[in-house]
């Protein structure tokens, strides 16, 4: 669907930690002037603004984290979304855009081309990317002293002492009416296919098949972690024996013990987690 675009009123909301972006979010208010001088621009850093009435469309300048901040502020939100990369990882701007120019994505921006996506849900929080239960967490506990480092260097720096000394667990779920006990030692559950600043953990995943997909891992030796890393960011395990693979529409997964959860590079504690898919659940604005 392409909207009008003889006149806009747009909420452009910025994430202010992220210092790197100011020059590019001038650039795009420079250049929209230029090519959109009916479009009418709100910018917004903090506060963010409480609703998004009496806007045509809202444009979000962040990364993953900051995407998944403004989907569970604004989880009605149904008017078009504009996303602007400006985070580290920049996982679901990919999966969006691809690898593309700033110049031929504010083209696209421009021209107002829409779609649906999914979204997830875990307890309380939306998620566009993904969940990882366990060892997912405590790499983001991790990777708060090395996140100026950002994108998949600072993933594997943060990752590798989880791999060494984190522990499997024991998980119970429903399949098919019936519950199913497993230990291992990693669950995710993923909308999109990518996170970790480019890890590919579900090459395989579509944000607009109106299910989430979920890989369990079973107990690995140490030496085999280290050793399948790099091919996990590669997307080239999805074959391998010791992994499983499906698609759901909803489960609750309860662990033996309390477990950090990431969520969209955000923290989740608990021992129970309840997924759902939400179908088509956000409008976007995309390439044609």
Known sequence: MKTNIDFKKICFLVNPHKSNIKAYRDWVLAEVAEKRPSWSIQLFDLPWPADLQNFDEVWVMGGDGTFN??????????????????GTGNDFHWKVFGKISKTEHLGHILNGHTASYDAGQVNDM??????????????????????????????????????????????????????????????????????????????????????????LCNPIAVIKRLFYMPLIQKGKHVNYSFLEFSTIQATRIHCNRVLIAQVDGEVLESDTFDFKILPAKFNYIVPN
Do not use: W
């Open 69 to 86: 901040y403004f989907v569970n502020k604004y989880p009605d939100c149904s008017i078009p979304i504009g996303l602007f990369q400006g």
């Open 126 to 215: 939306i998620f566009l990317n993904g969940v990882g239960i366990g060892i997912e967490g405590d790499v983001l506990k991790s990777m708060q002293a090395i996140r100026f480092i950002g994108g998949a260097l600072g993933y594997y720096l943060a990752a590798i002492p989880q791999l060494l000394k984190f522990k499997s667990y024991e998980i119970s779920f429903d399949r098919g009416g019936k519950t199913i006990v497993k230990k291992v030692f990693l669950c995710m559950i993923f909308n999109s296919s990518r996170a970790g600043g480019g890890f590919h953990f579900f090459p395989m995943a579509s944000i607009q098949d109106g299910a989430l997909n979920m890989m």
